[in-house]
């Protein structure tokens, strides 16, 4: 019988394993800093305390975040521009972090963030696991 050892969404896209440009997916293992010109990438990262800052709002842009350490071992944050907020679970936090915790976090879990039309703050549109609002 076949095991699933996945849960998170389907990645679509390549890695970027000869420097060259164009591909969507990228495996981070250091804090990063977001820019627009990511719009549309996939970040990975199974790296315990990864911190990923995301830019100022511009309208239309979409990042998606997935944590692909085994479960309960990996701390992921999603952190908005000082100036900007984060809307998910029906609340909107301002210059708040999003966190998916390490006691919750499964393999796969993610996010996806987008700013629709708003300048203010970022919407979740997507979500897999348990991600908790900074107090």
Same mark, same amino acid.
């Given at each position: 019988? *076949?095991?699933? $050892?996945?849960?998170?969404?389907?990645?679509?896209?390549?890695?970027?394993?000869?420097? /060259?440009? &164009?591909? =969507?997916?990228?495996?981070?293992?250091? !804090?990063?800093?977001?820019? !627009? *010109?990511?719009?549309?990438?996939?970040?990975?990262?199974?790296?315990? &305390?990864?911190?990923? #800052? /995301?830019?100022? @709002?511009?309208? &239309?842009?979409?990042? #998606?975040?997935?944590?692909? *350490?085994?479960?309960?071992?990996?701390?992921?944050?999603?952190?908005?521009?000082?100036?900007?907020? @984060?809307?998910?679970?029906?609340? /909107?936090?301002?210059?708040?972090? /999003?966190? =998916? #915790? +390490?006691? #919750?976090? +499964?393999?796969?879990?993610?996010?996806?963030?987008?700013? $629709? !039309?708003?300048?203010?703050?970022?919407?979740?549109?997507?979500?897999?696991?348990?991600?908790?609002?900074?107090?």
């Amino acid at each position: 019988m *076949a095991k699933t $050892l996945f849960r998170g969404p389907v990645l679509q896209g390549k890695f970027n394993e000869a420097g /060259l440009t &164009g591909f =969507n997916l990228e495996e981070k293992k250091a !804090n990063y800093t977001v820019t !627009n *010109a990511d719009s549309g990438k996939t970040f990975t990262s199974s790296t315990d &305390g990864m911190v990923f #800052t /995301l830019p100022a @709002i511009s309208v &239309g842009r979409v990042f #998606t975040f997935v944590n692909t *350490a085994p479960d309960g071992t990996n701390a992921m944050t999603i952190s908005p521009n000082a100036a900007d907020g @984060i809307l998910y679970a029906g609340s /909107l936090t301002d210059n708040k972090d /999003l966190i =998916n #915790t +390490k006691t #919750t976090q +499964k393999v796969g879990d993610f996010v996806v963030c987008a700013s $629709l !039309n708003s300048t203010a703050h970022w919407t979740i549109v997507d979500v897999q696991g348990v991600f908790a609002k900074e107090a």
